[in-house]
């Protein structure tokens, strides 16, 4: 030690050999590389612009799209912004990943159950379904789907089921509930969302009561009732006030000298197939999420439940489900992430979701700041997913655990 | 106490208990839904294997997929303009040998079990498609030869395993890695080497059989299997280094992990690649050799080491704390504790969610058709578009791409069961 000089030691311990200037040297070091590779990264792209004159910058996002978009919710035209037409293309994803969730998940629950039956033969069947569906490329997936739609007749020699549902190359039309006035839906849409609301506080109070008290009070009866006459509240009084219901049932009828389908509802091909393999794909996935889960709780729960005398479906409700939920919420929420940007594949199948607009964009603006764009939406909502995830399981976080 | 020494006859269980009786009874009709949903499933099962038989042998026209035949597996790579001449196709059949070979060896070195059985089922596959039905102008004799001795080439391999010093895991891994650096050279080829360096000159003349072949032709089931094996193989360590950067009180550390993970977690692989194609080359000089290959290589292996890293970190979060601890006051070192005690536990825990990830690396390299790279799943469809007198037999394209991805894909999670069982997940 005698030989090493005091200018080399901190606090009389080599510095090389020091544990915090090691790790603030280590920090130090990884920091540098990764500023400088990102640096580099960006330097050689700015410099490139500049050399090869490639237009950069986002001032195009006022400019004039000029190109129509296959299929949008929001109103949309050609000569709509590029700002707004990414926004359409946004909600386009949006609409895809919310739909997609929420059948995925229905059919992923039933299958995942399914896979639990006593019956062999229908669990080994949903064996079969997971196992060649989650193994196969979801492309390859959305492409069977998507030649088995383009080998339907066209619109004009379509099928006709039940003489009110339209298949057909373009897509599937059926009758449906169609709103009229946009603003009357909208108002009678948030009138019953209150009215849903109430309900939910009503069944609240009501099974709180029921549970201090020991006096039946029906909750889940109450709520509902309270909920359903505040929707047809709602629906009488908006009604009275345009002069017509706010939502009528509308059936699809062929128009015109082409046949063009109008009225009632229709999923365009794109959309009907980027969603069919979407759901089928996630909820393979799903299943086994929710298998494992229902198995992760342990034997004894079940057993005790069923002791206490609870029924087969009242002990999978309110023993098994409740607790498999906890182990089966962040993978789930997971699968969600990767359905949002699965739908990214909407491209290969016709339907335009937000990578395909942009791809389609980067013919006539900066590809670069498109795909900053492009990112930020997807970070976005996949931040939202993780969100929904952390918040629901602080909620069901195990107390005292 | 006569009495007490007398065992009392066993007495059967009644017999609707054993039996194939019983196995009915309890499995089939446990309760009345239990029966109708076994019921209601027995007949779907009957009629979709009556409806599948139907149309498998009867309505489907499965000429298509001979039509396409070997573009399935090596995609545009003995055409004319990637390979005139069309005598090319020996180089990936020269690879595939060596591959069988290295799986000999593994063989040896796992003990038999089930890389035999990978081995043997390869070998034989190879094999048997050289007798398939083609006429010998499409598939020659020479083609046909290559393909059958991959049997020879796997009894190579286990040879030399079983009697020489090669047989050791280590010299099989420096094998695996030379056979990749060979598969890629082969498949490249090269043009003469000239050399000059002052008074030093040098000339390599290449024979003609390996002229360049570039990366762009590239294709088929060999793009998808080459992009898998290698980001695999990186995206494993990359993604160890991500974890336990995450895992780091060094905050400047942790925060890069944390940034990358979640960017390439967040955003979709699709729109990865395609803006690879566009950011990449305006990274480098103009003149730099653009590589689709190349690039596509190292972002499926970015996004793929991004998701790895999560799923090493649940393994490592899963470990008590008091291994590292026991670790630490043995006296290993921080590197050591986390090398020898924290890593091997933390990647055995979490194996089935790392090939569940290998999966998805392989399912995702059917993704790089969106740069221009034609991998089996782009053959079939640009097939189906080229030519639309064989729209009728779309199906059975996709069915046949769908069969290949399932064999490949399922041949993985048996090998990483059978892997669980020998290394005794969840028994320890």
């Keep these: ?401 | 106490m006569a009495s007490a020494s007398q065992v009392a006859e066993p007495v059967l269980p009644p017999r609707s208990e054993v039996g194939v009786a019983g196995w009915a009874r309890e499995n089939l009709f446990g309760s009345w839904y239990s029966g109708i949903l076994t019921v209601v499933s027995a007949a779907a099962v009957v009629l979709a294997i009556w409806f599948g038989l139907r149309w498998t042998l009867m309505s489907a026209n499965w000429d298509v997929v001979g039509i396409i035949g070997g573009r399935f597996i090596i995609g545009g790579y003995n055409t004319d303009q990637a390979c005139p001449g069309n005598d090319c196709f020996w180089r990936p059949q020269a690879a595939l040998l060596m591959v069988t070979a290295l799986l000999g060896m593994l063989w040896v070195v796992a003990a038999g079990g089930v890389v035999k059985r990978v081995a043997i089922a390869a070998a034989a596959a190879a094999a048997l498609s050289a007798f398939l039905p083609y006429s010998m102008e499409r598939m020659g004799l020479d083609v046909r030869l290559l393909l059958l001795a991959n049997v020879p080439a796997l009894a190579i391999g286990w040879a030399l395993a079983r009697y020489t010093p090669l047989g050791t895991g280590r010299w099989v891994a420096v094998y695996g890695v030379v056979v990749f650096l060979l598969t890629i050279i082969l498949l490249r080829g090269s043009s003469d080497i000239s050399f000059a360096a002052g008074p030093l000159r040098l000339h390599i003349p290449m024979p003609d059989l390996l002229r360049p072949v570039p990366t762009l032709y590239w294709g088929g089931l060999t793009l998808n299997l080459l992009l898998a094996v290698a980001g695999i193989a990186m995206s494993l360590p990359l993604g160890i280094a991500l974890a336990l950067g995450r895992r780091s009180h060094l905050p400047v550390v942790k925060i890069l992990c944390v940034i990358f993970i979640e960017v390439f977690r967040g955003v979709p692989l699709i729109t990865i690649l395609f803006m690879s194609q566009h950011l990449v080359p305006l990274a480098f000089p103009e003149n730099f050799p653009r590589n689709s290959l190349f690039s596509a290589g190292v972002m499926i292996t970015l996004f793929s080491s991004a998701y790895m890293a999560e799923n090493i970190r649940g393994g490592l979060q899963s470990l008590h704390p008091g291994q590292a601890e026991a670790a630490r006051a043995l006296g290993l070192a921080g590197w050591q504790t986390t090398l020898f005690i924290s890593l091997p536990q933390a990647v055995r825990n979490v194996i089935p969610t790392i090939v569940g990830q290998f999966i998805s690396l392989f399912k995702d390299t059917s993704l790089v058709y969106i740069i221009g790279m034609v991998d089996i799943v782009e053959i079939g469809r640009t097939f189906i578009l080229g030519n639309p007198e064989y729209r009728v037999s779309t199906k059975e394209v996709f069915i046949f791409i769908s069969i290949v991805f399932w064999a490949f894909t399922y041949g993985m999670s048996y090998v990483s069961r059978q892997l669980e069982r020998t290394l005794g997940v969840g028994e320890r």
């Design chain 1, 1 to 401: 030690m005698a030989d090493i000089p005091k200018a080399l030691t901190y606090r009389g311990i080599p510095v090389w050999r020091h544990a915090v200037i090691i790790q603030w040297a280590l920090q130090i070091v990884s920091a540098i590389i990764a500023v400088s590779l990102v640096a580099w990264f960006f330097f050689n792209i700015a410099g490139s612009i500049q050399e090869r004159d490639i237009p950069y910058g986002f001032s195009f996002l006022s400019r004039e799209y000029q190109t129509p978009i296959g299929e949008h919710f929001l109103p949309y035209e050609s000569s709509d912004s590029f700002l707004y037409a990414l926004i359409v293309a946004a909600v386009n994803t949006i609409v895809v990943a919310v739909l997609g969730v929420g059948l995925a998940t229905l059919l992923g629950i039933l299958i995942g159950v399914a896979r639990l039956s006593s019956s062999w033969i229908l669990s080994k069947l949903m064996l079969a379904y997971i196992e060649f569906f989650r193994n196969v490329p979801l492309l390859v997936q959305l492409l069977f789907w998507f030649f088995i739609v383009l080998t339907l007749p066209p619109v004009r020699e379509g099928y006709v089921l039940f003489s009110r549902i339209y298949v057909n190359n373009a897509g599937i039309s059926f009758p449906g509930l169609v709103g009229g006035n946009l603003q009357a839906v909208g108002v009678w849409v948030g009138l019953a969302a209150a009215s849903i609301a109430l309900g939910a506080l009503v069944h609240h109070l009501l099974s709180w009561r029921e549970d201090r008290t020991g006096k039946a009070s029906y909750p889940l009866l109450a709520g509902i009732a309270v909920a359903a006459a505040g929707g047809a509240a709602a629906w009488l009084v908006v009604g009275s006030f345009t002069g017509e219901a706010p939502l009528v049932i509308s059936s699809p009828e062929p128009h015109g000298r082409f046949g063009r389908i109008a009225g009632g509802v229709t999923l365009r091909a794109g959309l009907l197939v980027l969603l069919v393999g979407l759901v089928i794909y996630t909820s393979a996935f799903i299943a086994e999420i929710v298998r494992a889960g229902i198995q992760s709780v342990g034997r004894g729960q079940i057993e005790a439940s069923r002791a206490l005398g609870l029924s087969g479906i009242d002990s999978l409700r309110q023993v098994t489900f409740p607790q498999a939920l906890r182990v089966i919420i962040p993978p789930l929420i997971s699968q969600y992430l990767n359905l949002t940007k699965n739908s990214s594949l909407g491209g290969a199948v016709g339907y335009t979701d937000l990578t395909n607009v942009a791809i389609t964009m980067t013919q006539t603006a900066p590809a670069i700041s498109i795909f900053m764009l492009i990112m930020l939406s997807y970070l976005v909502m996949s931040l939202t997913w993780s969100l929904i995830g952390n918040l629901y399981n602080r909620r069901m976080r195990i107390v005292g655990a």
